[in-house]
T-cell receptor, first 110, second 119 residues
């Protein structure tokens, strides 16, 4: 089944640096979404980018989508300790459900 | 107050017990979902309900039995579970069941999860 695969699986950076996570998927999509999950908690929706969009911003978040490469990236600028979490991409192929990847575990060191 | 509330947050049960997980959404959404999150695995979709009708059942063992009495409440009844069923069970809701073009964004709103341990 179609599944977003995040890369890297884990990322550790210093506070203030930028963090970039990537997501690749297999088939055509209607939209791609990014979610954040703090340890042991539920997922929180961050941003949705549609297949006809190339870039989207929300605060310190920037998401890009390259449908020709079937990939997306999530950039968090000026990272903070509170950004420590796991980040998941989810793809919607219009066939009834969102499919999540395994996530990138991001650690921001003070 | 979170839009999606799950209870209990933690549950420990033996393999012969019967228990239930409860989910309530206060967002006026039409669709509700159960997901299972195990360590080092992607989120697994278990069940989808749209307007109280089950529209997706991803080959889930019968020891998991969902119930959706109305569009705001969703239950997951558990019976004779196995230790490998230990996981975080997440409930979610969305405006409509199918996230597709033209609908309201298609984002999912998750509860905080119920951490289940089967002994």
């Amino acid at each position: 089944s179609q599944q977003g695969e995040e890369d890297p699986q884990a990322l550790s950076i210093q506070e203030g640096e930028n963090a970039t996570m990537n997501c690749s998927y297999k088939t055509s999509i209607n939209n791609l979404q990014w979610y954040r999950q703090n340890s042991g908690r539920g997922l929180v929706h961050l941003i949705l980018i549609r297949s006809n969009e190339r870039e989207k911003h929300s605060g310190r978040l920037r998401v890009t989508l390259d449908t020709s490469k079937k990939s997306s990236s999530l950039l968090i600028t000026a990272s903070r300790a509170a950004d420590t979490a796991s980040y998941f991409c989810a793809t919607d192929d219009g066939a009834q459900k969102l499919v999540f990847g395994q996530g990138t575990r991001l650690t921001i060191n003070p | 107050e979170t839009g999606v509330t799950q209870t209990p947050r933690h549950l420990v049960m033996g393999m012969t017990n019967k228990k239930s997980l409860k989910c309530e959404q206060h967002l006026g959404h039409n669709a509700m979902y159960w997901y299972k999150q195990s360590a080092k695995k992607p989120l697994e979709l278990m069940f989808v309900y749209s307007l109280e009708e089950r529209v997706e059942n991803n080959s889930v063992p019968s020891r998991f039995s969902p119930e959706c009495p109305n569009s705001s409440h969703l239950f997951l009844h558990l019976h004779t579970l196995q230790p490998e069923d230990s996981a975080l069970y997440l409930c979610a809701s969305s405006q409509e069941a199918w996230a597709s073009e033209g609908l309201a964004g298609g984002e999912l709103f998750f509860g905080e999860g119920s951490r289940l341990t089967v002994l």
